[in-house]
């Protein structure tokens, strides 16, 4: 490939790189934006993640089309910005599944038929939306693309993706807001975008994003909404009592951190007749009447702190809370009523590296528990069968009349490194449990398999996909007919280098047999 000019050349390094780069760092907004505020997408968690997928692929394909949907980014990226900012003046954040398929919001009955397609068009609404957002960046990948040799667009690409990445993941651990996550989206646009009309729609969507409802806090992990709790208590004050917080995450209830000390129930003994203490009651003090008394107490998953109230109110002197969400450690040391993380015998800890350390892997077909195990997941298939037959359609339009046509190939390779991908990542988890940070450093770990890969074969010239694919297949076999579930017995720096490397192997064989076919291609 020839380039007018070493700068032009540098020009459009730059512009690959960067394109990609906002590729992944949107894509990782619009995952953790819509399942935050659009609690459906929290059980659909793959289709943002498809939804992107299929816009880059089916941008790439039809750059050279007369009408570019590029241009139109801004707007398409606006709209979908405000389904997440706007979602609760929508009447988006709870829908209700059409079947009893799912325990969710108390749906024990199934919806009427309209409301059903109701829930069923918003789904594909959302998801469309999004893959147009994302078709357009995909046309100006696919444009830069053909400016260089296959292997070396690949490289550049998944450098940009893989920083954009670790970009979003630090963003996410910084506590920044969505408002300052679409601020940096904007501003990376700009470079593409330097005009006046699609400038000012950038900073229209950031305008509006400010004005929408705000979360109390982000942490890496969840939307945490934290408000006072108020009961009524009219023997004592005549009205309400502030008995505590709510805490909210990503929409749906999490915990009450409440006020049970003998002295505040002393001042308002009608409390303890209330709702919400008996249920706390039952769930923070029980625990400990039925074992024996310890001096030392263990709490996992301590939050901000009702289960380390309860030990030292039970006679526990040295209690371990460990906390995963340092958002709600802060919240819980800061305004808890009875100030348990300010004892000198509480330890509160945060696990760098989430996971247990002896979990035994399920032995059943229920993915999840808020499955209904005797039901089918009618929404599911319905929502799914929809997507791709739309897709497919999709994807006839843009190959058709074409010289070159649909490469069959390619789609089998690009599909199976997909399943491998997501093998890996089921696996890690289970490993090192699902959070944010075990999918940012699989993913990661992941591109820079793909790079090495890409780098091998680029120094190879002549290269037999054959042995590739023997690799690859026992790379497959062996940890399949092994299994990885004994690794949790395991210390974990010894988890982590033997899971890690049986994982990755597949991704290294995998995207060296994509390698060799693209730099034929």
Known sequence: MMWATPERRMRLTFELFLISFLALYAELVVIRWLASEVRVFAYFKNLPLMASFLGLGLGCARWRSRFRLFPWFPVLFGLLCMVAAYAETLDLVRLRFPDQSVYLWSADAALPFLQGMKFVGIILLIFFLTVAAFTALGEKVGELFDAFPPLTAYSINVVGSLLGILAFSGIAFAHWPPLLWIVAAAVLCLWFFPRPLPAAVLVVTVALVAWAPRASHWSPYYRIDFSPLFIEAPAKSGGAVQVGYNLDVNRDFHQRALNMSEDFRRQYPAISRHAVYRHADLVYNLPFRLAAAHERVLVVGAGTGNDVAAALRNGARVVDAVEIDPAILDLGRRFHPEGPYREDGVMPWRPRFPGMDRVQP????????????????????????????????????????????????????????????????????????????????????????????????????????????????????????????????????????????????????????????????
Do not use: C, Q
């Open 362 to 521: 399920a032995t059943d077909d229920w993915p999840f528990l808020y499955m209904n195990p005797r039901g089918r997941p009618l929404a599911y298939i319905l929502v799914l069968g929809l997507i791709l037959l739309v897709s497919w359609f999709l994807i006839r339009g843009n190959f058709r009349g074409r010289e070159v046509g649909f490469d069959w190939h390619m789609f089998f390779l690009g599909a199976a490194f997909m399943l491998v991908e997501v093998k890996s990542i089921a696996e890690l988890s289970l490993l090192f449990g699902y959070t944010w940070l075990v999918n940012s450093a699989v993913f990661s770990a992941i591109l820079l398999m793909i790079l090495l890969a890409n780098a091998v074969v680029a120094r190879r010239a002549v290269l037999k996909p054959a042995g590739s694919y023997g690799w690859l297949t026992a790379s497959l076999l062996v940890p399949y007919l092994a299994g990885l579930s004994w690794l949790n017995a395991w210390p974990f720096a010894w988890r982590a280098t033997v899971g890690g490397l049986a994982t990755s192997l597949p991704i290294f064989f995998a995207g060296m047999v994509f390698a060799t076919s693209f730099r034929r291609a």
